[in-house]
C-alpha cells in the first residue's frame, strides 16, 4: 500500500462581518478581540474562504487522502462564525480518509462558545470519530481513530475559555494527558505511526517554550508523555508561523502548520505516513496558489 498523504492546516481564521454578530455577543473580551480584527487582524484573513477553495484544489492535485485542522476556524468563536467556517472548509472534508480536526482556543473564545458546545455542532458531522473510544479519558479525548494499515490518530484538547483579554494560554486537563500515555502504549496500535493532533505549541521554532500568557502551560508534562515515542509526531498551530523542531530527548517532531490563510505568511504541510521512512513536506503559497516549498523533514 502507498503512503498516506496528509495535509496539515490550521489558524484559518474565516472572517464575517462584523454586523452579522448578534450585539448582544459584543461584551467583555470579545469587544476588544473585534476592536483588534477591525484594525489589524481582518485584513490578513479577507481571502480565508478563497485560499480554503484553492488548498482543496491543491489537495486534489496532490492526491491527499486525509486533511487534519490544528484549530482556529473561527476568529471570536460566535455562532455566525462557526457556520461560515463549516461552508468554507468544505473544499476540505471531502478527501477520500476524511478531515480530523480539533478547536483552537478562537473556537472556545468564551464560556457560551462552550456551553452552545459550538464546534462539536457545526463541525461534529465532518469530523472523524473516534474507533477505539474505550480510550477517551476526558469526554471524547483522547480521540484515537485508525487510518488504513499503518497509521492512527489521536486527538487532545489543549484550549480553554480565556476571558482575560491579557491571556490566550491553554492547558490539557490532566486526564487527557494520562488517556494519551496509555493510548500511546495501546497495543491495537503498536505498530502505527501516530500522529497526535492538538492546538498549542509545546514549543516555539527556536525550541523555547511560547510566554506563559499564550502558550501551553503544561507543556512539559506533554512532551515528557511524548518523550519516548520515536515513530510519532505532533501536528499543532497557534503560532502564526509554519516549522517543525525537534526537542532534545522527545522522539517526536513537533510540526506547526502556521495559519494557513493569513495573507504572506499562508503555510501547511503535507506529510507521507507509511509502514516505512516517513517525512512532511512544507507547503507555502506561491502566485499561483499553494505548492511545496522543497523543505522536506524526515519523521520517526
Known amino acids: 500500500m502507498s503512503a498516506l498523504r496528509v495535509l496539515h492546516v490550521s489558524d484559518v481564521h474565516v472572517p464575517v462581518p462584523v454586523g452579522a454578530i448578534p450585539a448582544a455577543d459584543w461584551l467583555g473580551k470579545r469587544a476588544i478581540g473585534g476592536l483588534n480584527y477591525l484594525l489589524r487582524r481582518g485584513p490578513r484573513f479577507a481571502e480565508a474562504e478563497a485560499k480554503l477553495a484553492e ?16 484549530g482556529d476556524f473561527t476568529v471570536l468563536g460566535t455562532e455566525p462564525e462557526h457556520a461560515r467556517a463549516r461552508r468554507a472548509i468544505l473544499p476540505l472534508a471531502g478527501r477520500p480518509e476524511g478531515l480530523f480536526a480539533v478547536p483552537g482556543n478562537h473556537d472556545v473564545y468564551l464560556e457560551d462558545a462552550v456551553r452552545a458546545e459550538r464546534f462539536r455542532r457545526h463541525f461534529g458531522d465532518l469530523v472523524l470519530a473516534a474507533d477505539l473510544p474505550s480510550l477517551a479519558a476526558d469526554g471524547p479525548y483522547p480521540l484515537v ?11 487532545i484538547d489543549s484550549t480553554r475559555p480565556n476571558p482575560q483579554p491579557w491571556r490566550s494560554s491553554g492547558r490539557i486537563p490532566e486526564a487527557q494527558l494520562e488517556g494519551l500515555r496509555r493510548a500511546l502504549a495501546e497495543p491495537a496500535l503498536r505498530d502505527r505511526f501516530k500522529v497526535v493532533v492538538t492546538h498549542y505549541a509545546p514549543r516555539l521554532w527556536d525550541g523555547r517554550p511560547d510566554r506563559r500568557s499564550h502558550g501551553l502551560e503544561n507543556a512539559d508534562a506533554l512532551l515528557e508523555v511524548l518523550a519516548p515515542h520515536a515513530r510519532t509526531c505532533l501536528l499543532h498551530g497557534h503560532v502564526h508561523r509554519r516549522y ?13 502548520a502556521g495559519s494557513s490563510t493569513e495573507r504572506g505568511h499562508e503555510g501547511a504541510w503535507l506529510l507521507e505516513l507509511g509502514a516505512g521512512p516517513c517525512r512532511a513536506l512544507a507547503v507555502e503559497r506561491g502566485p499561483s ?3 511545496q516549498s522543497g523543505e522536506i523533514v524526515a519523521l520517526g
Open 55 to 70: 488548498l482543496g484544489r491543491f489537495a486534489e492535485t496532490e492526491a491527499v487522502d486525509l486533511v487534519v485542522a490544528s
Open 145 to 155: 481513530r485508525r487510518i488504513g494499515e499503518h497509521v492512527a490518530l489521536i486527538a
Open 244 to 256: 517543525a523542531v525537534k526537542v532534545p530527548g522527545v522522539g517526536p517532531t513537533l510540526l506547526c
Open 289 to 291: 496558489g499553494y505548492r
